[in-house]
């Protein structure tokens, strides 16, 4: 299995909900990663998880709260968003230098 | 903070035209890796340069290290359809990767 994989693919949510993105990956990579993208820009890091700990947070607002229950899966757990959070959120992972990125959320905060 | 800058923004070819971008770190590089980005999709892994001039080549994409570990290039000959995308250099920095803008490539038919 050489796939990220995220759910969902696309979400919509109000300000005041809470939901979670998923990630997934079967191929024993020990680094995972969230990034964000906005139209047309290149992807941001947001997180980064080694060996099933936090190891960077570039400064990410408290209502984006990230997870790693173990080593396949990473979550990133959203409240209270605002509008301009609204983009693309990829998850990778990594052996090496290489990062593999899954298809994405795209992600809408009304 | 390292920076990647990465030139054109935007190519538009005709079919058949070569495409080069380039891409400039203001500090040496230990490597320098390159991934594509269809539209509407997510960043895929294309190669990785180490050396110090190296050139590497995938079918009809040449890739470059300069010798200085600042600077590298991807050139695409007689560019198809299917190479539309967005083309990103990244390289380590304060983080594990640091992406340059991208340049978009759009080919006309």
């Known amino acids: 299995d050489t796939e990220v994989t995220q759910t969902p693919k696309h979400l919509v949510m109000g300000m005041t909900n809470k939901k979670s993105l998923k990630c997934e990956q079967h191929m024993g990579h020990r680094a995972m990663y969230w990034y964000k993208q906005k139209a047309k820009k290149p992807p941001e890091l947001m997180f980064v998880y080694s060996y099933e700990k936090l190891s960077i947070n570039e400064s990410v607002p408290s209502r984006f709260s990230p997870e790693c229950p173990n080593s396949s899966l990473l979550n990133l757990h959203l409240h209270a968003l605002q509008p301009e959070d609204s983009a693309l959120y990829l998850c990778?992972?990594?052996?090496?230098?290489?990062?593999?990125f899954g298809p994405g959320t795209r992600l809408t905060v009304l | 903070g390292q920076q990647v800058m990465q030139i054109p923004q935007y190519q538009h070819v005709q079919e058949g035209e070569d495409f080069t971008t380039y891409c400039n770190s203001s500090?040496?590089?230990?490597?320098i890796q390159w991934y594509k980005q269809r539209p509407g999709g997510h960043p895929v892994f294309l190669i990785q340069?180490?050396?110090?001039?190296e050139v590497k080549k995938q079918k009809r994409l040449t890739f470059q290290f300069g010798e200085a570990k600042k600077n590298s290039s991807l050139h695409i000959t007689a560019t198809q359809t299917t190479d539309v995308g967005t083309y990103f250099c990244a390289g380590p920095g304060n983080t594990p990767l640091v992406f340059g803008k991208g340049t978009r490539l759009s080919v006309i038919a």
């Open positions: 500090t040496t590089l230990s490597n």
């Open positions: 990778a992972s990594s052996r090496g230098n290489e990062q593999f």
């Open positions: 340069l180490v050396k110090s001039g």
